[in-house]
């Protein structure tokens, strides 16, 4: 009888160990997975916040002074034909877009391969271009025409909502079938003095740090110091000699005024420095 109850127990013990191994590996499994959820978000989070802030924000910890901010975004309209009413009425739909009144004519340059739509705007603190461009290319006896949309604002002292307009610029952009863009943001800082360049790299190397990116190559020439860097935190990038890139910043000296001049842009600076 005794054999029994012990043979009994023992195969009671044997079955609760399996019970609380399949638990326990439920349960581990559970965690596995919540922790993998928590990880891809702050992932998504981390992409997204870098995406619209990250670059705003570690250029303001430069602590650089008379920051400006400049965006440009080009997008290529879908369709062939659009008439003049329509090519108005998409610039008048971005300035709406951006809060931005047009008060005037819009301006209509007309070449023998261009035709060019603009509206332009300069306030105290900010600077705004609307352009609507079409271009006529001859391919096989046929006239190809294709329409593109310039957007350009420049935004002196609250850079911060330049992340602000780029949605709302992207989302009007969207409204009017112009999906296919190209995004570049600049951001201008000057510091007083010539910097060494050991102040420089040390500048360059804390931008790369704070947008969690690597070196990919640096160039210097006269007193212009530049750095191609790329981070997995932005989308956007472009590919050279062999590397993605999509972090400028450059620095040169500016001896009439005694300062440095700071830029960081991605991917990179499209206008001269």
């Given at each position: 009888m005794e054999v029994e109850t012990l043979e009994l127990f023992g195969h009671f013990i044997e079955s609760m160990q399996r019970v609380l191994t399949i638990k326990k590996t439920k349960v581990t499994l559970y965690i596995a997975s919540v922790l993998w959820i928590a990880v891809i978000t702050q992932?998504?989070?981390?992409?997204?916040?870098?995406?619209?802030?990250?670059?705003?924000?570690?250029?303001?910890?430069?602590?650089?002074?008379?920051?400006?901010?400049?965006?440009?975004?080009?997008?290529?309209?879908?369709?062939?034909?659009?008439?003049?009413?329509?090519?108005?009425?998409?610039?008048?739909?971005?300035?709406?877009?951006?809060?931005?009144?047009?008060?005037?004519?819009?301006?209509?340059?007309?070449?023998?391969?261009?035709?060019?739509?603009?509206?332009?705007?300069?306030?105290?603190?900010?600077?705004?271009?609307?352009?609507?461009?079409?271009t006529h290319l001859e391919e096989d006896s046929t006239i190809k025409v294709e329409h593109y949309i310039i957007v350009r604002l420049r935004i002196r002292e609250s850079i911060k909502s330049i992340d602000r307009y780029r949605r709302l610029i992207e989302k009007a952009l969207d409204d009017v079938g112009a999906k296919n863009r190209q995004v570049s943001v600049l951001y201008e800082g000057v510091i007083d003095g010539l910097m060494s360049w050991d102040a420089r790299k040390d500048m360059a190397q804390f931008?790369?740090?704070?947008?969690?990116?690597?070196?990919?190559?640096?160039?210097?020439?006269?007193?212009?110091?530049?750095?191609?860097?790329?981070?997995g935190l932005i989308d956007e990038y472009i590919e050279t000699v062999g590397c993605r890139i999509n972090i400028q910043i450059a620095m040169t000296y500016d001896e009439a005024a005694d300062k440095t001049r700071i830029y960081l842009a991605t991917p990179v600076i499209n206008q001269s420095w």
């Open positions: 992932i998504a989070m981390n992409r997204v916040f870098f995406r619209n802030l990250g670059i705003t924000e570690a250029f303001v910890k430069a602590n650089t002074e008379d920051m400006e901010c400049s965006l440009e975004v080009v997008a290529r309209h879908k369709s062939d034909y659009l008439s003049e009413t329509e090519k108005k009425d998409i610039i008048y739909h971005i300035a709406n877009a951006i809060g931005l009144k047009i008060s005037s004519d819009i301006d209509i340059v007309r070449e023998e391969k261009r035709t060019e739509y603009a509206y332009h705007k300069q306030a105290k603190r900010a600077e705004t271009e609307l352009k609507l461009v079409s931008l790369i740090r704070e947008l969690q990116g690597e070196e990919a190559f640096d160039w210097r020439q006269g007193e212009s110091y530049t750095v191609y860097a790329y981070t």
